[in-house]
T-cell receptor, first 116, second 111 residues
Framework: GAVVSQHPSWVICKSGTSVKIECRSL??????MFWYRQFPKQSLMLMAT?????????EQGVEKDKFLINHASLTLSTLTVTSAHPEDSSFYIC????????????FGPGTRLTVT | DAKTTQPNSMESNEEEPVHLPCNHS???????IHWYRQLPSQGPEYVIH???SNVNNRMASLAIAEDRKSSTLILHRATLRDAAVYYC????????????FGGGTRLMVKP
């Protein structure tokens, strides 16, 4: 099966600082990666779609200047939460697809962000 | 996006079959029915998907109603490791590969 990793698995940061979360496809090349956010007891909410070499497409209501996404290679996408605030505390999950024609998204294990 | 409706929670006994229902009365002809599940504190994982015909794989079976307005995920023998939130998702083949997660069904498996 295809493996997607995320780093770090959890992070605690102070309010006002920035945090970078990495998402890697370990054994396949991912043409598209997605970033989701999940608050406790809630479902996943899509934040943005990231295609290698191009700008990410953000969902309505997601601030692109606050959540910076970089998909620099076919195996790595990063999400940077800038000037984090306590309300940004959440479970951030990425997923990756092998190719545009594929149907299955492979999800990472998630990164739990706590902003104090 | 076409929406899905699932029960909030279900209980099952270990080693018994589980039928997880999903209603999608506004499904369109290009919508695929996908099922993912999310174990506690983990990312979701793909379970199965289908368009019109019933589907089987090593994890589960997917039974799709003839009018496609509902579907049922079947776990043939539930184990404790199957306790998770199961999401029924419609993916429009004409709109890319985005998945819109609804509330899902929390499956509890009793020993």
């Amino acid at each position: 099966g295809a493996v997607v990793s995320q780093h770090p698995s959890w992070v605690i940061c102070k309010s006002g600082t920035s945090v970078k979360i990495e998402c890697r496809s370990l054994d396949f090349q991912a043409t598209t990666m997605f970033w989701y956010r999940q608050f406790p007891k809630q479902s996943l909410m899509l934040m943005a779609t990231s295609n290698e070499g191009s700008k990410a497409t953000y969902e309505q209501g997601v601030e692109k200047d606050k959540f910076l996404i970089n998909h620099a290679s076919l195996t790595l996408s990063t999400l940077t939460v800038t000037s984090a605030h306590p309300e940004d505390s959440s479970f951030y999950i990425c997923s990756a697809m092998r190719a545009a024609s594929s149907y299955e998204q492979y999800f990472g294990p998630g990164t739990r962000l706590t902003v104090t | 996006d076409a929406k899905t409706t699932q029960p909030n929670s279900m209980e099952s006994n270990e080693e018994e079959p589980v039928h997880l229902p999903c209603n999608h009365s506004t499904i369109s002809g290009t919508d695929y029915i996908h099922w993912y599940r999310q174990l506690p504190s983990q990312g979701p994982e793909y379970v199965i998907h289908g368009l019109t015909s019933n589907v089987n794989n090593r994890m589960a079976s997917l039974a799709i109603a003839e009018d496609r307005k509902s579907s049922t995920l079947i776990l043939h023998r539930a184990t404790l490791r199957d306790a998770a939130v199961y999401y029924c998702i419609l993916r429009d083949d004409n709109a890319g590969n985005m998945l819109t997660f609804g509330g899902g069904t929390r499956l509890m498996v009793k020993p």
